[in-house]
């Protein structure tokens, strides 16, 4: 510790080592504060009940892809989507029904997209999905991939097996744009679809 050797009395390496020490433990308890507050940041990030982005979290990721886009002209893409049947299952068989096909259904979206894309729960039976670097297209066929595993994989609850489908909307995530009105415009893409899903299910039963 830049001591004169000569002057390491039998006092002076007690208080040495004592120093030493006390350093070493500022060290592990800042370490310790540190892993708290990175623990405290993830919980602040994630949803109340299922294990993905909350609104606010998935926002800040809608607006990453945005600024990638604008740096790098490298544009990515938002996926709305909005559960099928939830309301049912809730009023048939109770919340805890419905929390556990939250569940299921945050499963399967982080289940099937990279690890370098971004699933949230925006509100109610509502997801958001942000495809990093991948164009219009390939957002469309990956949220119509999405919609058609969710409804083609039940859950069981109680022993019995529950499914609901999905409805979905996509908006490009270009150089220029702003997150929220990136969300309404493929919030309102989503509820066109969900819209014609219902004309197509009424014309279906006529």
């Known amino acids: 510790m830049g001591v004169p050797e000569n002057e390491l009395t039998p006092n002076v390496q007690r208080a040495l080592l004592s120093l030493m020490g006390e350093v070493d433990q500022m060290r592990k308890e800042t370490e310790r504060l540190r892993g708290r507050v990175r623990e405290l940041e993830s919980l602040a990030d994630h949803d109340v009940l299922l294990p993905v982005l909350n609104r606010r979290a998935f926002l800040r990721e809608v607006s990453k892809a945005l600024a990638l886009a604008e740096r790098h002209s490298a544009p990515s893409a938002l996926v709305y989507m909005d559960l099928n049947g939830f309301k049912a299952i809730n009023d048939a068989y109770g919340h805890a029904a419905g929390d556990e096909a939250l569940h299921h259904v945050s499963r399967l979206l982080t289940a099937h ?72 415009e493929a919030d309102a893409a989503m509820y066109a679809r969900k819209q014609a899903q219902k004309a197509d299910a009424q014309r279906r039963r006529a």
């Open 113 to 184: 997209v990279r690890e370098t894309d971004a699933v949230g729960r925006l509100g109610g039976d509502e997801f958001g999905i942000v495809l990093t670097l991948t164009a219009q297209d390939g957002a469309e066929a990956k949220a119509a991939e999405l919609a058609e595993i969710i409804e083609t994989s039940p859950f069981i609850y109680k022993g019995e097996a529950l499914s609901v489908g999905a409805a979905w909307g996509c908006h490009p995530l270009q150089a220029g744009g702003q997150a929220e009105d990136a969300m309404a």
